[in-house]
């Protein structure tokens, strides 16, 4: 098969027009049109499946409950690629889920799995339980780590608390990605943390301290260091899109994550995160009783068009949720269009929707 449109973004690149070659479930040739018989998709763009780094859920269910509703929910939106994201528990309810998760890495069906807890700090715990954060004491992590055996990616982590540093330390050593977040870290802890091995920012700006003038905090370290992958959620309401648009600006290092809780594609009402309830109103996620937002309902595809209508350039916009998140997670098959990738790929009409989405060289 041959897919042929308007405009090609390989991952890199913008071809105006352009055109992919698939057979079976893989990507074999990309580049300008040529004059074989092809599929012409017309005034679209076509991109490669997009890959969300940080999810907690979607179609009414919470990783791990039910994996294939929460993926279903976000493939028919163009996420071909989904890593799982947990919330704080206890360890034994952690080493449980990891355990679960594990078997759908393995079948293929996950990316991956993302501790976001219970390593937190408890002033920026957000949507986390406070009574179930602990400390990242070396032992702890390497228990849950193990419980995995190699489907956790990535673990967010507070670096101001005991044991953290020695934590990053064994996580690098393991090609676990540690993400700096929920954390009131300085910013000399920042770039200690980036020295011991940290390379991500669990959603920039939201759950750590503001930019400050005098104390600039771990914002400024984790952007002006170009070891450090930095994630984004934008939606309009975790941080307004004329930030993300600077930020994207300023950056080639930008991951578009969701943070998407059960009620992503569902009706308004109420939810629980972890043991947390949750109310969603208008699409807003937050504790209920409270203001504090607890993950979102967003789908990455939404994530490009409110970043595009920011001012982000598409090219930008859609590089920040595919080949970024990749590389973000040391994937090196979904992401672009390059032979021998998945063949995954979205089809965006003129105003940024989803028309259609291609998984694993099928259309849904």
Known sequence: MRLRAARVFTGTEMLTPGEIGIEGDRVVAVGPPTADQAIDLGDVTLAPGLVDAHSHGGGGFAFPDDVDAVLAAHRVHGTTTMIASTVTQSLDELERQVTLLAERVRDGSLAGIHLEGPWLAEKYKGAHPVDKLRDPLVGEVQRLLDAGDGAVKMVTIAVEKPGALESVQLMAERGVVAALGHTACTY????????????????????????????????????????????????????????????????????????????????????????????????????????TIAG?????????????????????????????????????????FVPGARADAVVFGSDWSVDKVLYRGEWL
């Not at 011991?196 to 750590?208: I, K």
């Not at 002006?224 to 600006?249: F, N, T």
């Not at 409110?306 to 992401?335: C, K």
């Open 188 to 291: 000399d802890e920042a770039v200690a943390a980036i020295d011991a091995g940290v390379t991500g920012a669990t959603h920039l700006f939201n759950a750590m301290p503001g930019l400050h003038h005098r104390e600039p905090g771990p914002i400024l370290a984790l952007l002006e260091d170009d070891r450090v992958w930095c994630e984004l959620i934008v939606d309009g309401v975790h941080l307004r899109p004329e930030l993300a648009a600077w930020v994207m600006s300023v950056s080639d290092r930008v991951v578009l994550v969701t943070d998407a809780m059960a009620a992503t594609g569902c009706a308004d009402g109420d939810y629980v995160l972890g043991d947390l309830p949750v109310v969603v109103d208008q699409g807003v996620a937050k504790i209920a009783g409270t203001d």
């Open 296 to 336: 979102s309902t967003l789908v990455l595809s939404r994530g490009v068009q409110v970043a595009i209508s920011a001012g982000v350039t598409p090219q930008v916009a859609l590089q920040a949720a595919t080949l970024n998140p990749a590389r973000y997670l040391g994937l090196d098959d979904v992401g672009e």
